[in-house]
């Protein structure tokens, strides 16, 4: 009985962990679809009753490249006591690409977590030592980290899990690399000349 019971359970986390088939065929992480448009995600996030916030991005250039806090998930928050979630999108035309959550987690969560993801994903090895493990995935263009931090006690350590729509990282570190350049210009306008 324990072991039926086990087996359902963990069923149950794998069909909230990766969600349905969302769009022909297209599969989501946490419910949500990468690559989706920024419309569409806020359209999602109300229909979940989801409290959010969109007024964050990358560096406070938020029309570049914005970022959504989502303070409450009822998706998000089956899988534990959620510390912070972050959806982030690309520029211009804003598209998902990068899910991220983490739950304050004493290993419940991560174990549970851990065995859906070894068991659905092809698994890329880990990173890191003893109190700070990161289990990489990959799910065809999805790169997925499980990131494990053991040090403290019980809701002091924490479980992290990200989805990163791998074809728009490189379009996103180009935009960061622009912003930071803008912002060094911007400091030395403002305070070059007096040097």
Same mark, same amino acid.
């Given at each position: 009985?324990?072991?039926?019971? =086990?087996? /359902?359970?963990?069923?149950?986390?794998?069909?909230?962990?990766?969600?349905?088939?969302?769009?022909?065929?297209?599969?989501? +992480?946490?419910?949500? %679809?990468?690559?989706?448009?920024?419309?569409?995600?806020?359209?999602?996030?109300? %229909?979940?009753?989801?409290?959010?916030?969109?007024? =964050?991005?990358?560096?406070?250039?938020?029309?570049?490249?914005?970022?959504?806090?989502?303070?409450?998930?009822? /998706?998000?928050?089956?899988?534990?006591?959620?510390?912070?979630?972050?959806?982030?999108?690309?520029?211009?035309?804003?598209?998902? +690409?990068?899910?991220?959550?983490?739950?304050?987690?004493?290993?419940?969560?991560?174990?549970?977590?851990?065995?859906?993801?070894?068991?659905?994903?092809?698994?890329? &090895? %880990?990173? &890191?030592?003893?109190?700070?493990?990161? =289990?990489? =995935?990959?799910?065809?263009?999805? +790169? /997925?980290?499980?990131?494990?931090?053991?040090? &403290?006690? &019980?809701?002091?350590?924490? %479980?992290?899990?990200?989805?990163?729509?791998?074809?728009?990282?490189?379009?996103?570190?180009?935009?960061?690399?622009?912003?930071?350049?803008? /912002?060094?210009?911007?400091?030395?306008?403002?305070?070059?000349?007096?040097?």
């Amino acid at each position: 009985m324990f072991t039926n019971r =086990y087996h /359902i359970r963990r069923l149950l986390w794998m069909a909230l962990l990766t969600g349905s088939v969302a769009m022909a065929g297209s599969p989501t +992480y946490l419910g949500f %679809t990468l690559n989706m448009d920024a419309s569409s995600v806020d359209k999602q996030l109300k %229909t979940r009753g989801s409290v959010f916030d969109t007024g =964050y991005g990358y560096k406070g250039y938020a029309k570049d490249l914005p970022v959504y806090k989502v303070n409450s998930d009822p /998706i998000m928050g089956k899988h534990g006591q959620m510390t912070e979630a972050w959806l982030q999108f690309t520029p211009p035309p804003h598209k998902l +690409y990068l899910v991220s959550v983490t739950w304050a987690d004493a290993g419940s969560t991560f174990r549970l977590l851990k065995d859906v993801l070894d068991q659905k994903y092809v698994s890329n &090895g %880990t990173e &890191g030592r003893k109190f700070h493990r990161r =289990y990489l =995935y990959q799910d065809g263009d999805v +790169y /997925i980290r499980l990131t494990r931090n053991s040090f &403290g006690f &019980g809701k002091d350590q924490s %479980t992290k899990l990200e989805y990163i729509f791998q074809p728009a990282v490189p379009v996103v570190e180009n935009m960061k690399a622009k912003i930071d350049q803008a /912002i060094k210009k911007e400091k030395l306008k403002s305070s070059g000349a007096d040097l």
